[in-house]
Nanobody, 115 residues
Framework: QVQLVESGGGLVQAGGSLRLSCAAS????????MGWYRQAPGKQRERVAT???????NYADSVKGRFTISRDNAKNTVYLQMNSLKPDDTAVYYC?????????WGQGTQVTVSS
């Protein structure tokens, strides 16, 4: 099992930026695919961005060009840089880990974008 701890959420005005971090423990981090999902009130959880163990990112269409996912294997941490934030980006953001068929989730961090 992988333990995931997110940080970096908060309140920001539309057009602003935030950077989320997710520290992982309990596995060989470099082998894991990592990512971020989000869930807004009354909506299903959706994929935001993922990055495989080779460092190749993949983004949801709604965040392409605005969000950047990256990973630092030396620090066992994955990041999500969010720029040009919109009110529609308001959600709880969850860190996600996938390795050898197992999925783990963080506890989530709230991101609120005011108009």
């Amino acid at each position: 099992q992988v333990q995931l701890v997110e940080s970096g959420g908060g309140l920001v005005q539309a057009g602003g930026s935030l950077r989320l971090s997710c520290a992982a423990s309990g596995s060989i981090f470099s082998r894991n695919a990592m990512g971020w999902y989000r869930q807004a009130p009354g909506k299903q959880r959706e994929r935001v961005a993922t990055i495989d163990n080779g460092g190749v990112p993949n983004y949801a269409d709604s965040v392409k060009g605005r969000f950047t996912i990256s990973r630092d294997n030396a620090k066992n941490t994955v990041y999500l840089q969010m720029n040009s934030l919109k009110p529609d980006d308001t959600a709880v953001y969850y860190c996600w880990s996938f390795t050898r068929g197992y999925v783990d989730w963080g506890q989530g961090t709230q991101v609120t974008v005011s108009s």
